[in-house]
């Protein structure tokens, strides 16, 4: 069925805005697959269709989206009533930054489309890993498989047209026990970047198995373990956990509309300012890191932004030094503005929505820390006199500015005079943001870099879960505050 | 509306029992508006129409599910949903137990949590309340931010099992305004609930606000020192324990997987102090509270913490199922917990600054993002924003920069806890992440704990 979004689209100007565009999904297909303890609690797949009208009316911004395909001329109209209204309080036009006009289509790498993929072998699958994980120690098992594939359509008032096809698939696999104390200790995995591909070719029931005879392994030998020592001594980052401190203290602290108040009433601000650009010392000079949403293969590259901007790779901090930020069209004119120069010479394509149905905004794409020259994990605890390497997402909180943490992890073990020690249970590490990443000692090269997918990052009002990839090495930084 | 949805829910309940098919079919409806507002200015107005059906399909031993987003009239597209949720089921693996198709015997409507005047506020109405909210409080360094989120939501569900179904209507508004300063960093807020046109109350805000700011501009900044102080616990910080305590605590599936502080031979135990009743049910004002679950079951008022002894464990159908025990009522959109309140009569920030003290006391009103480090121990992180005040013993009041905690809850409700405020008030808990499902929870004004340990401490804004 042909729908009139130029048309619709042409008339919005013709009543006074200067900018309108509309997001189209035809088709998004989802599903959810959850096993506990081997049963199938969830077994569930969706379809959503809908639009939405994002109007620029004398600097002020509307949005209306409807799941209604009978309402499409009702829609623009309620995008365009609420542009006029919002610009009754409004101190500072909006203007977008100037971008090429595209016409093009983006297409995630996949193989095998899951949605293609009978069910009876995508539940032989999550019993054949549970199998895997039911072992002495082991009280509860969780599988959770979720796929995703999008059809999106892009038009705007400037002629671009973009269509963008992506498919995702996120699976998580995680185990829990009870440590002598009778508290709960737990292992997770979720799958790093796997190949150039991420469809269900992914899946193999092999390497599944193999990561979760790791995942076992190491929830015994954390039941079986002595507490975390509550001390300050170098930590270890792995890749599991390093991907969710650059995520936390490096990624939504450089969204530009964190900067510039945005987020202040509910996600939070951040605690670098405009005046820190070209000049803040972030971290040593071992901490380069960049916003790369060209990197192949990884759900925070999307060809073209909702913005309809050309998806790019930036560095943000250079050296130690904080250079760019994540942006989008409407927040670098501010920033320039605010600044007095212009610091930011474009868009960096990073404006995106969660579903047709929410407007888009600054959103990490993969930010990635480059890999350094020290060497392997081994290589790094070799040259580790007092510390502690710590593995998994166990559990995150951050300050509202981002300007300092706490993290818990699954799995650690002490490292004393260069040699590895015992494992140790709950453990967590803390600290201030940028005294943390001053501390960055060492990063480990290529060997320890890995890309990890982030399938749930929450930010915004009304809110929106985005998926992004993190390439991270393996990372030591010193005097860290260890310890529940 | 709730009408023309069963009449939708009906037709497809004809289709699939055409088709032997056992199935739960369930229609959401949201009308949702929300306004943003950032460096004094509206930065986005945005109102979304959409309709979600989910069809849950019942065998022997298993269960598969269609959702689909759509307009209220693609029939069409919705028998699809039905036929794809028929067409997964076979391939559904056993489940070690049966679960149960709701049956409901008689049909159940409320309407009476929905106020169209408040649902349909409008732009026009927004922009009033926020005018009126921040009036005189802005200049040129001082920018108002934040949220209206305003709307309907509407539910029903019915099964194969009978013709009579379940539906409610609510309208809600969640408000919360920032005022923040460009040049210190720092942020204030004020946050309201709504249910009907008549709770919304904006000269509360303001003075809530013009309190703070006048605190934030005329007292000394300080940093906190590491170690114990006690603190007092604003509604959105209390609210924010008391969610984590009301999942940690009392779900019956969170217990058996060894994600609760509590463990079944808890029950009847006295586990938190006797100043701490936590109620579930209907009889919660303003909390979006709903009389019938899912599966038609009339809702009682009950005290899951009754002074302190844990009573029990909520099971909603599903994981009483699983784990073989009996269901408490809670198939619900949502819950509608209610911390009771206490004997203290300090009810409010200007009265706790007031009151006589002997030792220093830090007011917290709100905790962000906060993370479960343990679920078993309940120990949870977070980090105090929005306003935190320091009202030393002499009767100074101080701005302290931010701190965190991590504590448990058996410690926050229990052995450090002091007081809590003889009135109550609503606070807003609900998410807009997915489709709109309004959701608040009950509290005092007011909380106070001892030995609350400080471990981060800011030094600055």
């Known amino acids: 069925m042909t729908h009139p979004w130029k048309e619709e689209l042409n008339k919005l100007l013709l009543q006074g805005a200067s900018y309108a565009d509309v997001r189209y999904t035809p088709r998004e297909d989802s599903a959810a697959l959850v096993m506990r303890n081997g049963n199938l609690l969830a077994f569930s797949a969706g379809g959503e269709r809908g639009f939405g009208v994002r109007v620029l009316y004398q600097g002020a911004w509307g949005f209306a989206a409807s799941s209604d395909l009978g309402s499409i001329t009702a829609t623009f109209a309620r995008a365009l009533d609420n542009a006029k209204s919002t610009a009754r309080r409004l101190s500072r036009p909006i203007r977008l930054a100037d971008k090429q006009v595209h016409t093009g289509r983006f297409t995630s790498p996949c193989l095998v489309d899951p949605a293609q993929v009978p069910y009876d072998e995508q539940v032989a699958f999550l019993r054949r890993v549970d199998t895997a994980l039911q072992q002495t120690g082991v009280e509860q098992r969780m599988i959770f498989l979720r796929t995703q594939s999008r059809l999106t359509e892009y038009y705007d008032t400037q002629g ?65 373990a002595p507490k975390c020592p509550s001390d300050v001594r170098s930590v270890i980052l792995m890749p599991d956990i390093m991907y969710l401190q650059v995520h936390e203290t490096i990624g939504h602290p450089l969204e530009l509309d964190r900067i510039l108040g945005y987020e202040l009433s509910y996600a ?37 932004d909702d913005d309809g901007v050309e998806a790019q790779n930036n560095l943000l901090i250079k050296d130690g030094i904080l250079v760019g930020a994540i942006t989008s069209r409407q927040m670098v004119t501010e920033a320039n503005d605010k600044m007095g120069r212009e610091y930011f010479k474009g868009s960096g394509g990073t404006a995106r929505a969660s579903s047709f149905r929410r407007t888009p905004l600054e959103r990490m794409t993969n930010i990635s820390v480059d890999p350094g020259t020290d060497g392997t994990l081994e290589d790094i605890i070799a040259k580790t006199e007092k510390g502690i390497v710590l593995s998994g997402d166990k559990s995150w909180s951050i300050g509202s500015n981002r300007e300092q943490f706490h993290f818990a992890n699954h799995y650690g073990y002490l490292v004393e005079d260069g040699q590895k020690k015992g494992v140790v249970r709950s453990c967590a590490y803390s600290g201030e943001t940028l005294p943390f990443y001053n501390s960055l000692a060492m990063v480990g090269d290529e060997r320890t870099w890995q890309v990890e997918f982030v399938p749930n990052c929450g930010k915004g009002m009304p809110s929106q879960t985005m998926q992004l990839g993190h390439g991270v090495p393996v990372c030591r930084f010193d005097n860290v505050k260890v310890g529940e | 509306m709730l009408q023309q949805m069963k009449e939708t829910l009906l037709a497809l309940r004809e289709y699939a029992l055409e088709r032997n098919l056992q199935a739960q079919l369930s229609l959401h409806r949201e009308d949702s508006h929300l306004t943003r507002l950032a460096n004094g200015s509206v930065s986005l107005n945005t109102t979304e129409s959409v309709t979600s059906l989910s069809v849950t399909a019942y065998g022997d031993r298993r269960t598969a599910t269609a959702t689909l987003v759509c307009g209220l009239k693609d029939l069409d597209m919705m028998r699809q949903a039905v036929d794809r949720a028929a067409a997964m089921l076979p391939h559904a693996s056993r489940l070690s137990f049966q679960p149960t198709l709701p049956s409901i015997p008689a049909d159940s409507t409320c309407e009476t949590g929905y106020d169209a005047a408040l649902a349909q506020l409008g732009s026009a109405g927004i922009l009033d309340y926020i005018s009126d909210a921040a009036a005189g409080l802005e200049d040129e360094d001082l920018t108002l931010g934040g949220s209206f989120s305003v709307g309907g939501t509407a539910w029903c569900t019915l099964s194969t099992a009978t013709p009579h179904s379940v539906s409610w209507r609510l309208s809600d508004a969640q408000i919360t305004l920032v005022l923040a300063s460009a040049k210190n960093k720092w942020e204030i807020n004020a946050e309201q609930s709504a249910q009907s046109l008549d709770d919304l109350d904006p000269k509360a805000m303001r003075r809530h606000l013009a309190f703070l700011k006048e605190q934030y ?34 779900d019956g599936s969170a217990m058996k997987q060894g994600n609760s502080i509590h463990r079944e031979e808890d029950i009847g135990q006295r586990t938190l102090s006797h100043k701490i009743t936590v109620t579930e049910g209907p009889d919660c004002p303003g909390a979006f509270a709903l009389p019938t679950d899912d599966f038609g079951r009339s809702r009682g008022t009950a005290a899951w913490y009754d002074k302190g002894v844990l009573r029990g464990f909520i099971w909603d159908q599903g994981a009483a199922d699983e784990y073989a025990q009996t269901p408490t009522g809670h198939n619900l959109a949502h819950h509608s917990f209610a911390l009771q309140p206490g004997d203290m009569a300090v009810n409010d920030l200007q009265a706790l600054a007031a009151a006589p003290r002997d030792t220093d006391i830090l007011y917290v009103p709100y905790l962000h993002y906060t993370g479960v480090v343990s679920p078993s121990e309940g120990l949870i992180t977070g980090t105090s924003r929005f306003g935190a005040l320091l009202l030393k013993k002499d009767g100074a009041i101080q701005v302290p920069y931010n701190v965190r905690f991590t504590e448990k809850l058996e ?6 806890l002091l007081w809590l405020s003889s009135e109550s008030t609503v606070y807003n808990t609900s998410s807009t992440y997915g489709s709109r499902n309004p959701s608040a929870l009950r509290v005092p004004r007011l909380m106070c704990c001892d030995q609350i340990n400080v471990e981060i401490s800011n030094k600055s804004y």
């Open chain 2, 411 to 416: 410690d926050i409700f229990g052995g450090k």
């Open chain 1, 160 to 224: 671009a047209q973009i269509v963008k096809e992506i498919r995702e698939i996120f699976p998580y696999l995680g185990i829990q026990g009870r440590d002598g104390d009778g508290e709960t200790q737990s292992r997770r995995y979720s799958p790093p970047r796997l190949g150039s591909t991420r469809g269900w070719e992914i899946m193999q029931a092999d390497f599944f198995e193999e990561q979760a005879a790791r995942m076992v392994r190491e929830l015994n030998e954390t039941l079986a």
């Open chain 2, 217 to 250: 501009l005329t007292r000394e900044a300080v940093r906190l020192p590491l170690g114990p102080v006690r603190v007092v616990f604003g509604a959105a910080a209390t609210a924010e324990y008391l969610s984590y305590l009301s999942y940690l605590g009392l």
């Open chain 1, 268 to 304: 939070g601000g951040s605690f670098v300012r405009l005046s820190d650009f070209g000049a803040l010392r972030y971290g040593t000079d071992k901490l380069t890191v960049r916003a790369d949403a060209t990197m192949e293969n990884s759900p925070g590259s999307f060809g073209y």
